[in-house]
């Protein structure tokens, strides 16, 4: 499969999940990946899930406007750039939002999320 | 260089990039070398000589970046940097600044600097 069509596959992937299913984003990290969520820098798959988890909302929606994919140089590494909106249950206005997720192939033809960064986008 | 720490190293590049960005624009090739990639709004190009091409005929002769916010993490690959950054573009003339995102991945050159060898640029629109 085409790398770029595997990477916005697991990008459409990882945003349903964390819509409907947030607990399962745990099995997208692994114990060297590492999260930046507004500047606060967490590392591990446990820390990562924890914090997301957390996160002071029980629902939300994430609505993807762009996805920019380049391989990193790092073994057939991926480097994704989104932006979008977060919709938050009971909030008028959406939240926009940056993300850049460094995507790592598995053995098993896919991929985990070894470096993962996260901006608000404020007005 | 590698005793520095890196939100220091990655911040003086932040500066040093768009310092050149802002003064002397042609001045941006030598951080660029054959193997780097700019994806800018959407638009791909690789090499330093395509990319210096592509920001050196933006659509405005003078520019001011301002930065809000650098984030940096290693990207795993041999001293490799990811650097997130978010700021604003004032063009003169322009009342209102845009808003934008940008992301590097720096890689040490084999004289212990780092050239970039990924950028992508994205405006945010309101």
Redo the contacts between chains.
């Keep these: 499969m085409d790398p770029n069509q595997v990477a916005k596959a697991f990008v459409d992937h990882y945003y349903s999940l964390f819509d409907t299913n947030r607990p399962a984003l745990a099995g997208l990290y692994q114990d060297?990946s590492?999260l930046?969520f507004e500047?606060e820098k967490i590392q591990g798959a446990a820390s990562i899930s924890a914090k997301l988890n957390g996160l002071p909302f029980q629902q939300c929606q994430h609505q993807i406007s762009?996805v920019?994919f380049?391989?990193?140089?790092?073994?057939s590494?991926m480097?994704v750039?989104v932006?979008g909106s977060l919709k938050l249950q009971g909030e008028d206005h959406p939240l926009?939002f940056?993300q850049?997720f460094?995507l790592?192939p598995t053995p098993q033809g896919s991929f985990y999320v070894?470096?993962d960064?996260f901006?608000l986008?404020y007005? | 260089m590698a005793a520095m720490d890196p939100d220091q190293v990655s911040r003086a590049f932040v500066d040093h990039y768009y310092n050149t960005f802002d003064a002397n624009r042609a001045g941006l090739v030598s951080l660029y070398q054959d193997?780097s990639?700019l994806?800018f709004e959407?638009q791909q190009f690789q090499g330093a000589p395509n990319i210096a091409n592509k920001l050196n005929s933006l659509p405005f002769q003078q520019c001011k970046h301002n930065i809000s916010?650098v984030?940096c993490?290693?990207?795993?690959?041999h001293g490799?940097m990811?650097v997130?950054v978010?700021g604003i573009l004032q063009l003169p003339g322009e009342e209102h600044p845009l808003?934008f995102?940008q992301?590097f991945?720096l890689?040490p050159t084999a004289e212990g600097s780092l050239f970039v060898?990924?950028d992508?640029f994205?405006l945010?629109y309101?």
């Design positions: 060297g590492m930046t500047g762009t920019d380049q391989p990193s140089g790092a073994g590494g480097l750039f932006s926009k940056s850049l460094h790592i070894f470096n960064i901006r986008n007005g | 193997a990639m994806t959407g916010t984030d993490q290693p990207s795993g690959a490799g990811l997130f978010s808003k995102s992301m991945h890689v060898l990924n992508i994205r945010n309101a």
